[in-house]
Each structure stands twice: as C-alpha cells, then as structure tokens.
C-alpha cells in the first residue's frame, strides 16, 4: 500500500491535498482526469450508465471500488413484498442484474445492509478520509464529512466512472466557511447549514468546493458533519468537507470496509495530513457567528429561502434577485410577504432522508415527542436512513417512544424527500421536512414544504402547527 | 455516447425569464423510472405545463404556440439541485439543442456539455437584451456561433463572447466523448489504480 506523497515545501488546502492527489492527467486548457477511489450505485441514475457499458462491450473496470444499493425508488412499507409499481420493480431489478453481470457488491431492498445511499456509505466503512467519492445523485457531498472528495455526478459520469474509475473535471475554485463561537439551545446542523444557505443563496457557492472549519464543526458529531456537508449543493457547491480528527477516526475505525491492521497505520498516517496548511490560499472565505444562528425554517421555494423560526416572511422589495420569482414562489406556498411563520398550521412531517435519516436525528426527535402525542390531524412519515439506523432506533428505546406518541416507523429510503416512490405529500399540503429541497412538487405535485432540523419537524408534529421548539423544551426542564 | 455535433445554430428561442429554475422543474423524480433514455421530452416542465389532470396549463411558455426554437433562454441559476441527468435528456428530447442563461449551475452544465446540449452563460445584460428582443419579437432568431464563442441577436446585431473549455469544445464541436478519451488512456489508469489503495 502506497500513498502518494505530498509535496511538502508548498501549503495546500485540504481540498488540494486530496483532489491533487487523485489526478491521473492535466488536460491543458480542460478539465482533470480525476481518480475515483470509490463509486456508490442507485437504480436511478446507472442504468443508461450500464446500457452504455453494453453498447461499448465492455465491462466495470475495478467492480471492487463499486457498490450498488436500492434507495430512491423503493416503498418504505412491506418491503418483502415484490414492489408494486411496475417501473420501480423494473428499476430494481435492472440493478440487481447489472451488479450481478459486473460482480458489484448489491445490497438490494430487504438486505441487510440496505439503505439511503449516503448513510450506508459511512456506516460500512466505505467513506475513509482522503478518498474521492462519487454517485449519481447530487447529495453525495454528504461523504466530505470525512475529509473526502465527494460529489454527485450526472449518468454520463456513472458511465465513465463504472468504464474507467475516471471522471474528467474542471478543478472547482475553493472556499472556506469560518462559524465560530458556541450554538444556541435547540441550534442543530441542519439549522446551521440553513442558515449558511440562507446568507449565500442557492447559488453562492457554485464552482466552489467548499471547506469547513471553525469551532462549531470541530465540536460537532459526525452524523452532524455530514448533514451539513450533505447540504452543500443546496448552496450551488459541487461539495464540502471537514478536514479529518479524532473523531472521524473514531468513528471509520473497524467497520466494514476501512483498512485493518498495518493498513490502518499506514492509512492513519496519511489522514493525519489532511488539513489545509495554516498559509494555504482560498478563493473565497467567509466567517459566520454561531450565536447569530437560531433555529431554520424555510418559507419559500429553494432551500435559500430559510429564516430564524421567529422571524418574518422578507418583503420582496428586501429581497436579491428577481421580485417577479420571489413572489412566484411565495404564492405556490400561499404564504404573504411580512406573515410570521411561527403558528401556521401544517398537515404532514417526514423525518428521515440522506440529510436527517441518521440515528442522532431521531434521538432528537423523541426528545421533544417523549410524553406528548402526535397532533391528531398531522400524518407523520418517520423513515429511518437504514437498516442500521433502524436497528439502533429499537435497540436504544426510541421506537417505544415514538409509539407511545402515536408514532409509526416506516422502513428504510429516500421516501418523501423526492417522492419518487408511494411517499407523496398531497396538492396544497404543508409539509414540514428534514430533508434537503422544498422546490416547487418536490415532494410531491403540489405540495409545499417547510424544511427545518428534526427537533422543528418534532414540535411540529405534536402541536400541528409551525413551533419553536425551545418553549416545548423549556417545559421539559421547568 | 457520442452526440451530435455542435457548430453553429441559428434558431428562434424559447424565454423562460424566471430564475432558480430546478432540475426538479425540468423534470420531476417520477419521471425518472425508466432504464433507457427515452421519451423524457414529453414531461420536459412537466408540472409548469401541464395541469393535474394532463390538460396543458395554458399560460405556460412551451404551451404558447407563439414561441419556438432550439434554444431555450432561462433565468439566473438555471439547472440548480438534483444531479438527475434526467433534466439535460429532457431538454434534447424535447428539441433544444442550446440553453441561455446568465448563470448555470454545475453539474447540470456538465449533464448538458456530456450529452450535446451547449450551455451559454452570458452576462445578465445581455440576456435582459435578449428577453426583451424576443418579447419584442417571438421570431426573434439567435446565432449561436460555438467556434467562435460567440452568440448574436440576429435582429440587433448585438452579440456577446462566452466561455468555454478548450476540451469541451473541440467534443462538441466533433460529437466525441469523454469516455472515448479516457478508454484511450486506460493504460494511465490502471497504473495509477496500482499504487492507488482501495
């Protein structure tokens, strides 16, 4: 096992480190051909991507650094039963049997192993520090969580990727987003990450790649790095990371796919200088308060749309960008210019996604359902990440909780987040979600959604209204 | 797969002036089931154009027989969210063969660029310029002159320069792709899988 060394004598960030480390060749006046250490597969995205491979007569090159899952197009209910929908069953198993005819691992709906793409990949151990990393769907910067490259890529890309472990890139500009100081009561990353998204607009960071770093990030878990790192895309970054501690390691060590052994040692010591040198230069830096930062709620049709939860609706003339889509976009939430957003009712709440699905996520959601019930009218959709995730909800008590407030548990999947599968929230509903887009039919035709952390999702869901989740906190230390 | 090859369009445009136009818009996730790429073209904007029960929603631009072309003019940010190839598939199959904008966002770009769509980013004055040229005039036509880089309102003779990469143009302009380019330096790649730990 060899590790390339790193050049020493100039000072690099950590997103130089990793992607100057994987460039297989310089194309003057073009993109880099870019080493892809690891490659996670959906149904969704791969199989034009293997049709390609068909056409051409050739097959995966390293089917080792290759690992497909069942995620954006499965029920989250009776998932031993042969799928329903025609064209999902058809999806599924075009996925099985391309793995099959390449000799990819494929954990499929009802293995054990199954799950959301971006939770499984960390709990197997097939993120590691250092690696590059990319799927088809745009959510895949969850993975710079890790210290990782890793980035979501279209079908022509998956084609490359599965043909020639390549993939050829522009070197994105770098960014490094500074939040310092302490998190207020009930702050969560996803409210962090809102909040950042919020200040720069969906598209602030497009052609950046982005670092973060500061005292928030450092104090956070990881399932918190990677919902901040998963929400890179929402501001237009192509990805984000968090350059590797004690922490991260404690976390990769021992699991599935990490180096074992002399390996790991060997492994360890090239982690270890993954970070951006103290004089390293950023083409753009920013630095955020952490005690500006309240808890989210968006209000409006991207995921730049977010404000603190007690705040009030912008007028649009306050607004940057066009008024004409700003108030697009608040007439498909029927929602006015200058409206609190604090006591609108709300008809649904998903908890779950690549975003919020971990096991951290729902451990805060029954803190604030633990001894009250379910809103009567509310319909709430709790998926768990994973098969994993799901394990640990039993295993730690959580599902009793969540049942004694009239909750059910559904099973493992993207779900309602893109509404691909049977997970539809109704025309003209509201909906308040964990997950990562409130666009326009995102999570079904019509329907409108409120993103916000799970503990917001929570309140909600007992209240059935739009709620600061510090008064139900309050109250449970009164 | 190699793609058409891109030289010089001239063609009438579609407007769509409205900004953060989403790959969720383009085309929504459930239509995103199929195993081959076909027939994305009919759910191009599906939900923008058409009402629930399949009618076409009148006001919308692509329903307006007024507007045409194989160009489609979008607002700021246009292709933000989803990495779904999908969108870009959706575009072509539709009939546009170029997208205008004043701001792209990346990984729909790469989509397009990969499969023969030209993204041109222009500056917001111009495309204001080019908005209000085919309001003026929905025959209004567009040169889109790629070895040039260069796009003109026919009408005004006002034109501005775009960006693009040197690789990139030389596939679009030839239909090659970047898997052909790679397999050729497959060699390259292996070696560095060698010393590259899984």
Known sequence: MAYQLLNATMSKTLFDKVWDSHVVQHIENGPDVLFIDRHLVHEVTSPVAFLGLKNRGIKVLYPERTFATADHNTPTRNQHLPVKDKLSANQLKALEENSKAHNIPYWGLGHKKNGIVHVIGPENGITVPGATIVCGDSHTSTHGAFGAIAFGIGTSEVEMVLSTQCIMQPKPKRMRINVDGALSKAVTPKDVALFIISQLTTSGATGYFVEYAGEVFRNMSMEGRMTVCNLSIEMGARGGMIAPDDKTFEYIKGREYTPKGQDWDTAMEYWKTLYSDEDAVFDKELSFNASDIEPMITYGTNPGMGMGIQKYIPLAEAVEGGVATYKKSLEYMDFNEGEAMIGKPIDFVFLGSCTNGRIEDFRAFASIIKGRKKADHVTAWLVPGSHQVEAAIKEEGILDVLQEAGFELREPGCSACLAMNDDKIPAGKYAVSTSNRNFEGRQGPGARTLLASPLVAAAAAVTGKVTDPRELMEEAFA | ?198
């Open chain 2, 1 to 198: 797969m190699a793609y058409d090859k891109f030289n010089i369009l001239k063609s009438s445009a579609v407007p769509m002036p409205i900004e953060n136009v989403d790959t969720d818009q383009i085309i929504p996730a459930r239509f995103l089931k199929a195993t081959e790429r076909k027939g994305f073209g009919d759910n191009l904007f599906r939900d923008w154009r058409y009402n629930s029960d399949d009618t076409p929603k009148e006001h919308f631009v692509l329903n307006n027989p007024i507007y045409s072309g194989k160009i489609l003019v979008g607002g700021k940010n246009f292709g933000s969210g989803s990495s779904r190839e999908h969108a870009a598939w959706a575009v072509y199959d539709y009939g546009f063969r170029c997208v205008v904008s004043s701001f792209f966002a990346d990984i729909f770009r790469n989509n397009c660029l990969n499969i023969g769509v030209l993204p041109v980013q222009v500056s917001p004055e111009f495309l204001d310029k080019i908005f209000t040229a085919i309001e003026s005039n929905p025959n209004t036509e567009l040169e889109v002159n790629l070895p040039e880089q260069k796009i003109t309102i026919l009408e005004t003779g006002e034109s501005e320069s775009f960006d693009i990469n040197g690789y990139k143009k030389q596939n679009m302009l030839n239909g090659f792709d970047d898997i052909d380019y790679l397999l050729n330096i497959k060699n390259d790649i292996e070696e560095f899988a060698e010393k590259t730990p899984l």
